[in-house]
């Protein structure tokens, strides 16, 4: 007995100390500093001990002591998010950051880095405003009166309602009460702003008649259905006949218009798709919508419309704390003048989802060549809460494997990690997503994942 005990305090004494283990951990104080590696390693030893006292036979060595620090390390302090290559085929993809953005607004952004006169005027030598900034382009896109940016589409909602509604009645249909990702959903939103939701006609059924019949409101709004569709019997008003509503009834008009398409372009896939123009064209009082979806730009919330409302909500106490910052701004300036100077194709989702399908198949036969993998008929989609019914043909490179949930996982621990996508028991790629300059990369990752 005593024997046995001498033999687990021997093991237990076994076990490197500390200091010793942080001098050898060097990797690790460089990365996450002296003091955070010490911690982990005592933690690691820690659970080393109790696992030995447990029963545990093998005694761990000084580079598993290391490597379980390392593991706590990196789990503690998730790195930055780090490029990957999207060949999902999902053009605005949410989880990986919605719109790519172009070259001109990565350089705006490089630009304002560091001091920059986001809120200074250089040539009088005193302060500035943020909002001069946007305001010119965002009016001259929309053909707009006014316009601001905040931090994201739901902001831009509550300030717009918490400006124009608070502790008054907004109309709203049934069939327009979303759930946006994150489960957000639209009543919430709205009794943020302090604006009372008063819900008008059936999930499915809504008329121009209901909104005129109902309360006394201090705003019309009109959600589009930017991620999911009511189909059969079912109907909504238009913009046009709740404008001519809301004009009757003296209240402003808000429409919620999702997606961020400009103007209408010659794209039949977008036909269900309101453009910002349009809407104000057809008497919408204030428009909203996101700056990371069919705009091609940073993550934002634009409104745009009539001055009055617009400087209504400049001035409201929430449009401070939902203020884009200078990156944002650089941004989303670049992306908006690439759009003024009719140069949409040089926005990385627009150059996608226009890529001739001759140009994109050839890509895929490439690759399919490359890698040994087939080719399949597909489409891609515009993704992100946009156009949701919206598909562009596409040719996808079909992997073919007795397990294609492990070579998924192995093309996402790639470098870069690949994001592809199982369907019809298959590895797919879709190349409309992946940057032409990305194809030798794309390459090396599939042959890797197969080898």
Not at 42 to 51: F, L, P, Q, S, Y
Not at 211 to 218: E, H, S, T, Y
Not at 355 to 378: C, E, H, K, Y
Request: one cysteine or more.
């Amino acid at each position: 007995m005593l024997a046995s005990m001498s033999t687990h305090r021997g093991r237990l004494r076994s076990l490197p100390r500390v200091d010793a283990l942080v001098a050898a951990a060097d990797e690790l104080v460089r990365r996450y500093g002296r003091e955070a590696t010490a911690d982990a390693l005592r933690a690691a030893v820690a659970a080393a001990r109790a696992d030995l006292q447990s029963g545990e036979e093998s005694i761990p060595q000084t580079a598993q002591l290391i490597a379980a620090a390392d593991q706590q390390l990196a789990d503690r302090r998730p790195s930055p998010p780090r490029r990957v290559i999207n060949a999902t085929g999902v053009v605005v993809h949410t989880n990986l950051g919605r719109a790519p953005l172009g070259r001109p607004a990565r350089d705006a952004m490089l630009d304002a880095a560091g001091y920059c006169d986001v809120e200074y005027d250089v040539s009088a030598g005193v302060r500035g405003s943020r909002h001069t900034r946007l305001e010119p382009l965002l009016i001259d896109a929309t053909h707009a009166e006014a316009g601001i940016a905040v931090n994201n589409a739901a902001a831009a909602l509550v300030l717009a309602l918490a400006a124009l509604a608070a502790g008054r009645d907004v109309l709203v249909s049934r069939g327009e009460l979303v759930e946006i990702g994150g489960s957000f959903r639209l009543p919430e939103i709205m009794g943020a702003s302090g604006a009372r939701l008063v819900e008008v006609g059936t999930t499915n059924r809504t008329r121009a008649a209901d909104f005129a019949a109902a309360g006394d409101p201090a705003a019309i709004l009109k959600v589009h259905q930017s991620n999911y569709r009511i189909t059969g019997f079912a109907s909504a008003p238009s913009v046009g006949e709740l404008a001519a509503v809301a004009r009757e009834r003296s209240v402003p008009l808000i429409h919620d218009a999702g997606s961020g398409l400009l103007s209408r372009g010659a794209e039949e896939w977008l036909a269900d798709e309101p453009s910002v123009q349009e809407s104000l064209k057809m008497g919408a009082d204030l428009v909203l919508f996101s700056g990371d979806k069919l705009l091609g730009g940073p993550q934002a919330g634009l409104l745009v419309g009539r001055a009055e409302l617009v400087d209504a909500c400049r001035r409201h106490p929430l449009a401070r704390a939902l203020r884009l910052d200078k990156l944002r701004i650089a941004a989303l300036t670049a992306t908006l003048t690439e759009h003024l100077r009719g140069a949409r194709g040089q926005i990385p989702i627009w150059s996608m989802l226009e890529a001739d399908l001759s140009a994109v198949s050839a890509r895929a036969q490439a690759l399919a060549a490359r890698t040994g993998a087939g080719v399949a008929p597909g489409v891609s989609v515009v993704g992100g809460g946009a156009a949701p019914d919206a598909t562009v043909p596409t040719l996808l490179v079909r992997v073919d494997t007795p397990d294609p949930d492990a070579v998924a996982a192995r093309l996402r621990r790639g470098d870069p990690p690949v994001i592809a996508r199982i369907e019809d028991g298959a590895v797919m790629l879709d190349v409309r997503t992946v940057d032409p300059d990305d194809d030798d990369a794309l390459t090396r990752c599939l042959r890797e994942a197969l080898a």
